[in-house]
Antibody
Framework: QLQLQESGPGLVKPSETLSLTCTVS??????????WGWIRQPPGKGLEWIGS???????YYNPSLKSRVTISVDTSKNQFSLKLSSVTAADTAVYYC????????????WGQGTLVTVSS | DIQMTQSPSSVSASVGDRVTITCRAS??????LAWYQQKPGKAPKLLIY???SLQSGVPSRFSGSGSGTDFTLTISSLQPEDFATYYC??????????FGGGTKVEIK
């Protein structure tokens, strides 16, 4: 059974960098069938795709966040990571890591999500 | 960027009702449209992909239709466990995706 688990600080100060890691268990991150993505949801609001990475390291970012986002993959640890720089209160959200299946162009598996609050 | 507009933003319905949610893309996306269900405090769950294909394990009362710019999600007979928020998601430039604003299905 595939599992994705987000980890990282739950509180980040304004102007600092938000860093999260997603650990994948029950399956290999090195598969040509999937992209690995980050999606966020501000409290009480809708879903926003942040970006995705292929096991080869190819990255795809939301144009509205591209200047602040870096997603990387560590196949040896079966993990991928998100860095979001220069955060503000508007970046407060539940952050989900997810596995996107290429053949159906949709997200099949999601992590449980982790709330990151931006506050001093 | 492709924008997705969902309507209505909320709907009140009773158990057994037929519920229809619509999603409109700002430009044609062929059939690259998925629907998700999200319950409070939980991650979204995939219901429909490729506009009309039912994800494994999803009850047959859920169905999707449409292509191009206009899509619908229909729940044929609303069940108590269906009260949730529903999102459409376009994937015309997958893995870059965009979600609709969501539709909350509430108990009448």
């Amino acid at each position: 059974q595939l599992q994705l688990q987000e980890s990282g600080p739950g509180l980040v100060k304004p102007s600092e960098t938000l860093s999260l890691t997603c650990t994948v268990s029950g399956g290999s991150i090195s598969s040509s069938s999937y992209y690995w993505g980050w999606i966020r949801q501000p409290p009480g609001k809708g879903l926003e795709w942040i970006g995705s990475i292929y096991y080869s390291g190819s990255t795809y970012y939301n144009p509205s966040l591209k200047s602040r986002v870096t997603i990387s993959v560590d196949t040896s640890k079966n993990q991928f990571s998100l860095k979001l720089s220069s955060v503000t209160a508007a970046d407060t959200a539940v952050y989900y890591c997810a596995r996107q299946l290429v053949v159906v162009a949709a997200t099949i598996y999601w992590g449980q999500g982790t709330l990151v609050t931006v506050s001093s | 960027d492709i924008q997705m507009t969902q309507s209505p933003s909320s709907v009140s319905a009773s158990v057994g009702d037929r519920v229809t949610i619509t999603c409109r893309a700002s430009q044609g996306i062929s059939s690259w449209l998925a629907w998700y269900q999200q319950k409070p405090g939980k991650a979204p769950k995939l219901l429909i992909y490729a506009a009309s294909s039912l994800q494994s394990g999803v009850p047959s009362r859920f169905s999707g239709s449409g292509s191009g710019t206009d899509f619908t999600l229909t729940i044929s007979s609303l069940q108590p466990e269906d009260f949730a928020t529903y999102y459409c998601q376009q994937a015309n430039s997958f893995p870059q995706v965009t979600f609709g604003g969501g539709t909350k299905v509430e108990i009448k």
